[in-house]
């Protein structure tokens, strides 16, 4: 495949739609075809220790994909409160657009770009999805996460506004009751209209997880036991706030869940413990007693204390789940596997080859 002054797009409607992780794995498979590439975020929007770091999809598709500095284009404005309002206000005069086509200017090589959180993220630094298509003279490979057959008619919205930049679509984390109809009756329907469906991607929980130690570190935790194990992976948030019997049938019903409980609820704790349960998380930074850890060090549960009440320690635990990153190796595993299986590959080349 001649990669050579092209460039491809990866943009999603909304938010956590599984834009990085398709990227991810297509860039993947590009370069085991032999295909140069670099990688470009215009638009920041994920730092882990403020402004000054690396943007974490930056630093995740440098890590995974090995790519080196001068394949890798920093973003050209992060979206702070403070950047949007130094914008709004006219304090930033910056022309964005210049500076995007400067770093689209790459020889020899297959920019592959990823665009903001939705088609209009950026359009106050003229850097929404359709901007930057057109100043990098780019096709658009759309990626929208399946919520019900209402939400297909927004794919026709986005084909409205991109128009021929519009490559195809991958519809990703379709749940196994409804691949049938989205594969059947969705995906010819499509084609019909002119939107290719490139690709349709079953629902993964794996993807949806977050490690322990990930929400160690959002809740600023304390590790009461079991530090050698933070790598587990969560799927599921459950509360222990009933008693004991109801709390029982609870817990059975889930699945590599956190719980999150009192630390004086020993009964809703033991419960936990013998249940699918990946993390005890007790809220008041209340200690638990000492045979609870031994039982959590015995099946290997890491415990751990939060000064947060419960509440609060929800919250904070749900918008980890909503910003999940592509961080853990069997993460990237499974996206490079579902990708192999799910996507067709060979006819998105021959579409991009022909843009």
């Not at 022309?95 to 665009?115: K, N, S």
């Not at 984390?173 to 009756?185: I, K, N």
């Not at 990930?214 to 050698?228: M, S």
């Amino acid at each position: 495949m001649a990669a050579a002054n092209k460039h491809l797009l990866i943009a999603s409607m909304e938010a956590c739609s599984g834009k990085s992780a398709i990227l991810l794995g297509l860039a993947d498979k590009l370069q085991q075809q032999g295909v140069e590439i670099s990688y470009s975020k215009p638009l920041g929007n994920y730092y882990e220790n403020g402004q000054g770091q690396e943007e974490a999809d930056v630093g995740l598709m440098r890590q995974w994909l090995g790519l080196t500095a001068s394949q890798v284009f920093m973003p050209l404005v992060g979206l702070t409160a403070t950047a949007q309002r130094q914008r709004l206000v006219g304090a930033d005069t910056e022309d964005y657009q210049a500076l995007l086509h400067q770093q689209v200017m790459v020889p020899d090589r297959l920019l592959c770009i990823e665009g903001g959180s939705n088609l209009w993220e950026g359009r106050s630094f003229d850097l929404s999805t359709a901007q930057i298509a057109d100043v990098a003279n780019a096709t658009v490979l759309l990626v929208m996460r399946y919520k019900s057959i209402q939400s297909i008619e927004r794919l026709l919205e986005a084909q409205d506004l991109l128009g021929d930049r519009l490559l195809g679509v991958v519809i990703n984390d379709v749940p196994p009751a409804d691949m049938a109809v989205v594969s059947q009756e969705i995906s010819p329907a499509l084609e019909k209209q002119g939107i290719a469906v490139l690709g349709i991607l079953p629902q993964n929980r794996t993807l949806r997880s977050v490690s322990v130690g990930e929400l160690v570190k959002r809740l600023q935790a304390e590790v009461l036991c079991c530090p050698e194990r933070l790598d587990l992976l969560v799927e599921s948030l459950s509360i222990g706030a009933m008693n004991v019997s109801a709390a029982l049938d609870y817990f059975r019903k889930a699945r590599c869940m956190a719980v999150v409980t009192g630390g004086d609820r020993e009964d809703i704790q033991l419960a936990a413990l013998e249940t699918s349960t990946q993390c005890l998380i007790l809220t008041g930074h209340l200690s638990p007693q000492s045979y609870i850890i031994r039982r959590a060090e015995d099946l290997e549960i890491p415990i751990v204390s939060v000064d947060f009440d419960t509440l609060t320690t929800v919250e904070i635990v749900e918008d980890a789940f909503a910003r999940i990153r592509i961080q853990e190796p069997v993460k990237v595993s499974i996206i490079r596997q579902l990708m192999a299986e799910h996507f067709q590959f060979d006819r998105f080349v021959k579409m991009l080859q022909t843009k």
